[in-house]
């Protein structure tokens, strides 16, 4: 069948399709969306070589089979079903069932009446595949697979797992940071989709991340899992996140590695789990090559970023899974979280708390001890001896939260091995004593008065520190000016003025319009959302049922019409079935000439004579049999 011939008969297949069939054909098969005006356009779109190869790269060996064999038989005339396919392979008929549903759902062929007939140009991409230095029909034909799987022996695991257990705690502890940072301060996204420099800076910070692929690596599991989304413009840590975070150590793991099983492209994953007990490396990549033989466009880029990060999570060491990294691949989250367990040191409860105010872990942290430490103290380094210190500024934003200094020391007497050295009581009284003597809070200028124009105040009851503000070069881009001996106000916002106040560590406290004080969360700009491409899918599907709808009384009409012009076009011979004054019908096989006046001209070669037709009266156009 040409290419032509196939247009007219895939339109009249697409014209059969619901609106949920339909658009799940363009999701798959993505198409330009100009110049389509309904299904012959469609039709014509879906059989350009460039898009036919497109989906052919994406097909496995044995729907390239089943494709191949379905061409092959085609050929030689008659339309073959699943049954001769699967004759012409040598496999039972119900193994070419999915690859079939596969080629239907991808409009690769033709399945009218439980046929599988490739359309023409779907056939002749195929054919042409040695040009382009793949396979040829015959070796497609072939089942000429790659070698066994090689398996991994017991005394190889060791190092592996050893390797794995270092990898999965640190991808546990760098996200960990990642959701810590982005639950503080969200990260704002561009409208081009990236992420703004200065918070990138501060994520590679927080995760000690070595370069930019480490960190989009673990952003990547970090959403995999569903720690972090896209919300109003910025990257934020999730309600999933922050429950996450308190979990234990090994539970945390398990999530990764589910959400990153979970992310793996459908078209790897199986295979992954086939080779959970085997090495991964070029048998891998030797086998997807073999089995995707056009997918060197896509194949190699999806393999390494999931290799990538499962070696990342310790799924993998150097190309071979390993203990875990089988379990969850073979018996999923439950029993990996269990052999991740035996490989990972246990928690510490205690901390040693030095006089210089440093808090040394003498190994990982349960997590609730984590996050009960992080309320009054500032992390220098996290791993399996995290570190931390205690500041002015530490201590405030816990006693800013409502916590009070006797809690502190409650909570510092229970994880200290150490005690409370004297440098901290001496810390906590001091910071304590002036706690609030800074109390930033929102106002409304009035005209007329000193405060015009401003957003903000400053107030204290120490005059000399409120000078001291007015004159600070950390504080000029805020702009605050003194309007009494205890006050300063400024343009900007309540909020703006508190953070910059305590990035330059001064003792400020939020207060709201009551007095009270309270604790504050930076804001993150809205920027603009980023920009997503429409769904064309959509807007075709759309399109083409209005175009439906515009001439209801018509459609039959105006669809033989717009077959008939493409024939006349293509210069192809069709079947015409015309309703005689009688009511018969009469099928005429024609070479359509000239469509005018609501009349067909057309040339009838068995009668050798040229006919003219009222397009009222034709109830049917179809591709000849005898066409190409």
């Known amino acids: ?23 799940a054909l363009l999701h798959a098969r993505p198409v330009r969306e100009s110049g389509i005006r309904d299904r012959f356009d469609l039709a014509e779109a879906l059989l350009e070589p460039a898009s036919i190869q497109a989906v052919l790269a994406h097909l496995d060996r044995p729907t390239l089979a089943v494709l ?42 033709d399945d009218t009446d439980g046929g599988v007939a490739p359309w023409g140009p779907v056939t002749d991409a195929l054919t042409g595949w040695p040009q382009l230095g793949l396979p040829s029909v015959a070796e497609l034909l072939e089942d000429d ?21 270092d990898r999965a705690f640190a991808a546990v502890t760098a996200v960990g940071e990642l959701v810590d940072t982005l639950e503080r301060e969200p990260a704002r996204r561009l409208q081009r989709g990236g992420i703004a420099l200065p918070d990138w800076r501060r994520m590679l910070s927080a995760a000690s991340a070595s370069a930019d692929d480490e960190l989009h690596a673990l952003l990547d599991l970090a959403a995999g899992a569903d720690l972090v989304q896209v919300d109003a413009g910025a990257w934020r840590a999730t309600d999933e996140g922050l429950r996450w975070r308190g979990l234990p150590r090994v539970e945390r793991w398990a999530a990764l590695a589910e959400g990153w099983l979970a992310a793996v492209p459908p078209e790897l994953r199986e295979h992954f789990r086939r080779r959970a007990r085997a090495r991964w490396g070029d048998g891998l990549r030797d086998y997807l090559a073999w089995l995707y033989p056009a997918g060197d466009d896509w194949l190699p880029e999806r393999l390494r970023a999931a290799s990538r990060s499962a070696e990342q999570l310790g799924i993998v060491g150097d190309g071979v ?17 269990a052999a991740v367990a035996r490989l990972f040191p246990d928690d510490v409860r205690q901390v040693y708390i030095q006089h210089d105010l440093s808090v040394i872990a003498p190994g990982p942290l349960a997590s609730d001890v984590d996050r009960r430490l992080r309320q009054f103290a500032d992390v220098e380094s996290v791993g399996v001896a995290s570190s931390f210190r205690i500041t002015a500024a530490s201590v405030t934003r816990a006693l800013t939260t409502g ?24 810390l906590l009284t001091e910071t304590a004593g002036r706690f609030g ?12 008065t000193v405060e015009a124009g401003a957003h903000a105040y400053v107030r204290g009851d120490d005059p000399a520190l409120v000078g001291q503000l007015a004159i600070d070069q950390a504080l000029t881009t805020i702009g605050l000016r003194r309007v009494g001996e205890h006050r300063a106000v400024s343009r900007f916002d309540a909020e703006t003025v508190y953070w910059s106040l305590v990035d330059a560590r001064y003792p400020a406290v939020f207060e709201d319009a009551a007095g009270v004080i309270r604790a504050v969360a930076r804001s993150t700009p809205v920027s603009a959302a980023a920009s997503h491409p429409p769904d064309t899918a959509a807007i075709l599907v759309a399109r083409l049922r209005d175009a439906d709808v515009e001439q209801p009384a018509e459609a039959g009409a105006a669809w033989n019409a717009r077959q008939l012009e493409l024939a006349i076009k293509a210069k192809l011979t069709v079947t015409v079935t015309v309703r005689m004054p009688d009511g018969t019908e009469v099928p005429y096989v024609l070479e359509p000439a000239a469509l005018a006046g609501g009349r067909l001209r057309a040339r009838d070669r068995r009668a050798d004579i040229e006919r003219t037709l009222p397009l009222s009266h034709i109830v049917a156009v179809a591709a000849a049999p005898s066409a190409g």
């Open 1 to 23: 069948m040409s290419g032509s011939s196939s247009a007219l008969a895939l339109a009249a297949w697409l014209r059969a399709l619901d609106d949920d069939a339909l658009t």
């Open 68 to 109: 191949a064999a379905a061409g092959e038989l085609s050929a030689g005339g008659g339309t073959p079903d699943a049954a001769a396919v699967a004759a012409r392979l040598g496999v039972p008929a119900s193994a070419v069932a999915s690859p079939v549903d596969v080629l239907v759902r991808a409009a690769l062929v």
């Open 145 to 165: 697979r790659p070698a066994a799987l090689e398996p991994v022996a017991a005394a190889d695991l060791a190092p592996v797992d050893r390797g794995a257990a």
């Open 321 to 337: 899974p390993s203990t875990p990294g089988a379990a969850l691949l073979g018996e999923g989250a439950d029993a990996a979280a």
């Open 403 to 426: 916590l009070t200094v006797e809690q502190l020391r409650g909570a510092l007497s229970e994880v200290s091995l150490t005690g409370i050295p004297q440098p901290l009581e001496y």
């Open 437 to 448: 003597s800074l109390r930033v809070g929102a106002l409304d200028g009035a005209i007329g």
